[in-house]
Structure formats: C-alpha cells, structure tokens
C-alpha cells in the first residue's frame, strides 16, 4: 500500500461512524449504502440521519503494522487509515 491509495467506506448504522463497510470504488460504495438505506428503510428503521459514504486514504502499512491488524483486528483503523473525509450523504 502507499499513502496515496484510497478506497471508500458507508455507514452500516445511520448516524455513526463506529462500523463502517468498506469497498474499493466509489461507485460501489454510492450503490451498498443506497441498497443497504432501502433495506433499513423497508424494515421501519430510522434513518433519518441519512448514511455517509467517506473517502478513506490508506496509511503505507508496514509489517509491523500487518502483523498487529491480523492478531488484533481491533487496531486495524488506526493501523491502517491515514485519512477520512465525508463525501457524500445518502439520504
């Protein structure tokens, strides 16, 4: 990876950025978090806050890095991302 490799991510849950979905393009993620807010709309969930698909640049994982992400998966955000930015709002 290198620190100019970008992918995207869409909220699972409206509102909250604590799980996020993660995909290779853009595109992809505009058409998840649209099938995933109809879904959650069909179910009666609220979704009033809408979901946010963010652009995600990557950090240059090191082996170090790797070997923590894969033993504890908890550390990956801060392991492997280097920036987050808000570029859309499916709602």
Same mark, same amino acid.
Do not use: C, W
């Given at each position: 990876?290198? @620190? !100019? *490799? %970008?992918?995207?991510a869409y909220? %699972? %849950?409206?509102?909250? @950025? *604590?799980?996020?979905a993660?995909? +290779? #393009?853009?595109?992809?993620a505009r058409q998840e $978090? #649209?099938?995933h807010f109809e879904e959650l709309k069909?179910? @009666? !969930?609220s979704v009033e $806050?809408?979901?946010a698909i963010y652009k995600v640049g990557l950090k240059d994982a090191s082996l170090s890095d790797v070997v923590t992400v894969l033993n504890h998966a908890a550390d990956a955000r +801060?392991?492997?991302?280097?920036?987050i930015e808000r570029v859309e709002l499916i709602s």
């Amino acid at each position: 990876m290198h @620190d !100019a *490799e %970008v992918i995207f991510a869409y909220q %699972v %849950v409206p509102g909250t @950025d *604590e799980i996020l979905a993660f995909t +290779a #393009s853009f595109g992809l993620a505009r058409q998840e $978090a #649209s099938q995933h807010f109809e879904e959650l709309k069909a179910m @009666d !969930a609220s979704v009033e $806050a809408g979901i946010a698909i963010y652009k995600v640049g990557l950090k240059d994982a090191s082996l170090s890095d790797v070997v923590t992400v894969l033993n504890h998966a908890a550390d990956a955000r +801060a392991r492997l991302i280097q920036t987050i930015e808000r570029v859309e709002l499916i709602s």
